[in-house]
């Protein structure tokens, strides 16, 4: 048992040292690129919104969905936009991912930027074709530069954000994850379980991803990592979640937040479903 927890101990802390380079890196690139970025998105119509926003959100971490969020409030990209930017984003699992299946990773990244594209353009039309209201309060866009010394992006990003914030839940949730598959293995054949109930864990994954935090989501990674759920799974648990990037928005629309994880969630079991039986 000793062995056992030093060995996911000695392995969840390789995986939230690399998480924490990957989630400094793309934060660094974040604040470099932040006025062009913002420049990108304000002239951002038509298709190309629905491109910028999905392309942004499926890059690792939050930092996506939050940009989605901040233009979707200030008038800048609309509901559907922002919706397939949600179902672009996979949060801080998509570090671990990385970590621990970098070429599927990719793929994955690659794949739900390619649905979140169609899928705000598809939302919109149901949300026009339905006159559902939405963007109630988004305001005109802003933007206001700011120039932040070397000491303050160390204490602010990279302590208070990265460290404080994120880089403990997902050394625990990962620790947690593959402590819960070690136990698993040593006491049942969770390769036997994973295939005769894979259709109900890939269900159990959408629902799990309407949490709107980082964290839950690990424990089908680390499945299917060790090679006990389909890709199908992944994909759908990866489309309906978004991390914590819908925080924001809870604050900002409630009534908008629910209609994004209903859209998310439905088209995270069509599409997941779809794939699943056709046997991937």
């Not at 499926?58 to 979707?72: E, K, Q, T």
Request: with cysteine; charged share 10%; hydrophobic share 50%.
């Amino acid at each position: 048992m000793t062995d056992t927890i030093l060995d996911v101990l000695t392995e969840s802390l390789q995986v939230t040292l690399l998480v924490l380079f990957m989630m400094t890196l793309v934060d660094i690139i974040n604040v470099w690129t932040r006025g062009k970025l913002a420049l990108l998105l304000h002239t951002s119509s038509g298709w190309k919104q629905y491109v910028v926003t999905s392309v942004i959100g499926a890059v690792p971490g939050c930092i996506g969905a939050f940009a989605g969020v901040s233009l979707y409030m200030h008038g800048m990209v609309s509901f559907g936009a922002l919706a397939g930017g949600m179902l672009a984003a996979s949060g801080d699992e998509a570090f671990v991912m990385l970590a621990m299946f970098p070429k599927t990773a990719i793929l994955i990244f690659v794949i739900l930027a390619a649905i979140g594209i169609f899928s705000g353009r598809l939302i919109d039309f149901v949300i026009k074709k339905f006159n559902i209201k939405t963007c109630v309060n988004c305001q005109v866009p802003q933007y206001h530069e700011r120039h932040e010394g070397y000491k303050h992006y160390l204490k602010e990003h990279v302590w208070n954000h990265i460290i404080k914030k994120h880089l403990w839940k997902i050394f625990l949730w990962t620790s947690g994850a593959l402590l819960l598959l070690s136990l698993g293995f040593a006491h049942y054949d969770l390769h036997k379980i994973a295939s005769e109930y894979s259709l109900l864990i890939l269900i159990a994954s959408a629902f799990i991803g309407l949490i709107p935090e980082s964290g839950p989501h690990l424990i089908f990674v680390t499945m299917f990592a060790q090679g006990l759920i389909p890709f199908s799974v992944l994909l759908t648990s990866t489309m309906v979640q978004d991390g914590h990037g819908l925080l924001p928005m809870l604050s900002y629309s409630l009534r908008d937040s629910i209609y994004i994880k209903f859209f998310n969630l439905a088209l995270g079991l069509i599409i997941g479903l779809t794939i699943y039986f056709l046997g991937f």
